[in-house]
């Protein structure tokens, strides 16, 4: 196997490692629950083909959901922003330039457009995960808040991440 498979196999292991045994119990106000693992699927490499992102996503949030015995919600949303990433990435990251990208991260793009990616699949995420979850006890505004303090938790928590664990050569 090439290094990138390495990289995305190691990645995959901290990053679900870091969700189960620490961000799972951190659950601020109410309305804060950070899911970094979330940034495994989005810095996989862009040339990933379109059913293997779908199953990959799919397999990282049942893992999730197994482990916290949830009831689908991770997979579901995982899926979604798999779908949505394959759907928009490229428009986001390059502004519709073709463009084959190993690891998307904040220094194989622009960071704006980095940023701006992170965000709007986090907040894709989260509003999925959310609706499914809390719809019936929060209703929308409530899901709404949710879903914009989680996304900026975990915003910040991706970006800490890929400032400590990417190398410049990585991406």
């Known amino acids: 196997m090439n290094k990138t498979v390495w990289r995305n196999i190691g990645r995959f292991a901290l990053l679900m490692l870091t969700q189960l045994l620490v961000l799972n ?12 693992y979330v940034l495994f699927i989005l810095m996989l490499p862009t040339n990933t083909g379109r059913i293997p992102m779908l199953l990959i996503a799919f397999g990282t949030g049942l893992i999730v959901d197994i482990m916290t015995g949830m009831l689908g919600f991770h997979a579901l949303a995982c899926t979604v922003v798999a779908m949505l990433r394959i759907l928009f990435a ?3 990251l390059t502004r519709g330039e073709p463009v084959n990208i190993a690891t998307p991260s904040i220094y194989s793009v622009t960071p704006q457009y980095f940023i701006a990616y992170l965000m709007l699949l986090l907040g894709s995420f989260y509003f999925i995960f959310y609706a499914t979850e809390l719809w019936g006890f ?5 899901v709404l ?13 991706a970006v800490l991440y890929q400032l400590l664990f990417v190398k410049k050569e990585e991406s």
């Open 138 to 142: 929060r209703g929308f505004g409530g």
């Open 145 to 157: 808040l949710a879903t914009l303090l989680s996304t900026i938790a975990t915003a910040l928590l």
């Open 90 to 92: 490229d428009r986001i």
């Open 25 to 36: 119990y951190v659950y601020l106000g109410g309305y804060i629950m950070p899911m970094l």
